[in-house]
Nanobody, 125 residues
Framework: QVQLVESGGGLVQAGGSLRLSCVAS????????LGWFRQAPGKEREFVAA????????NYADSVKGRFTISRDNAKNTVYLQMNSLKPDDTAVYYC??????????????????WGQGTQVTVSS
């Protein structure tokens, strides 16, 4: 079992940047592929980015490629989402998620077992 706690959300103007963090506690951090998902009001939750257990492989939604960067610091049990050139369409609750141990990277939200509580990101125009 792993517990995930996100932070770093807030209100930012269009074109600005935010960095989200997600700290994991519980079992060995390197056992888990980690992902970021988001859910805007009235919309389904969607994939944003994912990173492999050692950080060597990443995957991004087309809508964020070139603007967002996912990374992880295994020594700190933390995964990050650096968000640049933010747009009002990026407004959503952002969730950190982990797959069950030793499974490969995936953009499918149903492939993730553990979820954080979410952090709100609001981008004003």
């Amino acid at each position: 079992q792993v517990q995930l706690v996100e932070s770093g959300g807030g209100l930012v103007q269009a074109g600005g940047s935010l960095r989200l963090s997600c700290v994991a506690s519980g079992r060995t951090f390197t056992m888990y592929v980690l992902g970021w998902f988001r859910q805007a009001p009235g919309k389904e939750r969607e994939f944003v980015a994912a990173i492999s257990r050692r950080g060597g492989d990443t995957n991004y939604a087309d809508s964020v490629k070139g603007r967002f960067t996912i990374s992880r610091d295994n020594a700190k049990n933390t995964v990050y989402l650096q968000m640049n050139s933010l747009k009002p369409d990026d407004t959503a609750v952002y969730y950190c998620a982990a797959r069950a141990p030793y499974l490969p990277i995936s953009p499918n939200e149903h492939a993730y077992t553990y979820w954080g509580q979410g952090t709100q990101v609001t981008v004003s125009s």
